[in-house]
Antibody
């Protein structure tokens, strides 16, 4: 069974750094891309970027280029999304999803709350 | 950049009725690269339809997708209580990478 399991909810202050994770199982992790998707409170879905977990080739949505960093460690079947300095506007649920043309399997989401 | 516009924003229907959700693209989209997702409150989205008309694994046959060019439709033939959710269309492609979502249609119980 394909599963993507994300790290737990985070509460951070503005300016702090953060790295959240997404661990895949039940399939050959390093032969698929992983996507990250943001959902701000009460809003729709926005794709942020994708990473090929086999060689860490990364592509960003223009809206998120320079705002976040996507990485992966294929040895532990895990992809990451990180921020160097969080803002209140980064408060959202972040999903990882397996890219198979479309997004065919999704993680459960990680709620990130940024508040002073 | 292709923009996807979904209509209506909210659709109020009763169980047993037929639902028709629309997704319009600002320019022509290959039907091979059009998907629909369902999202229930507090849950991750779930892939329903890919390639405009192919059902994903485990999706009941009351869900169907159709369309081409700039106009695509998701139809739920006979609504079940568990179908009341938000539905998103998405166009996707790899060169350059683009995975744009529509703004969503909320299907709620009348």
């Amino acid at each position: 069974e394909v599963q993507l399991v994300q790290s737990g909810a985070e509460v951070k202050k503005p300016g702090e750094s953060l790295k959240i994770s997404c661990k895949g199982s039940g399939y050959s992790f390093s032969t698929y891309w992983i996507a990250w998707v943001r959902q701000m409170p009460g809003k729709g879905l926005e794709w942020m970027g994708i990473i090929y977990t086999g060689d860490s080739d990364t592509r960003y949505s223009p809206s998120f280029q320079g705002q976040v960093t996507i990485s992966a460690d294929k040895s532990i079947s895990t992809a990451y999304l990180q921020w160097g300095g969080l803002k209140a506007s980064d408060t959202a649920v972040y999903y990882c999803a397996r890219l198979n043309g479309n997004f065919d399997y999704w993680g459960q989401g990680t709620l990130v709350t940024v508040s002073s | 950049e292709i923009v996807l516009t979904q209509s209506p924003g909210t659709l109020s229907l009763s169980p047993g009725e037929r639902a028709t959700l629309s997704c319009r693209a600002s320019q022509s989209v290959s039907s091979r690269y059009l998907a629909w997702y369902q999202q229930k409150p507090g849950q991750a989205p779930r892939l329903l339809i890919y390639g405009a008309s192919s059902r994903a694994t485990g999706i009941p046959d009351r869900f169907s997708g159709s369309g081409s060019g700039t106009d695509f439709t998701l139809t739920i033939s006979r609504l079940e209580p568990e179908d009341f959710a938000v539905y998103y269309c998405q166009q996707y492609g790899s060169s350059p990478p683009r995975y744009t979502f529509g703004q969503g249609t909320k299907l709620d119980i009348k």
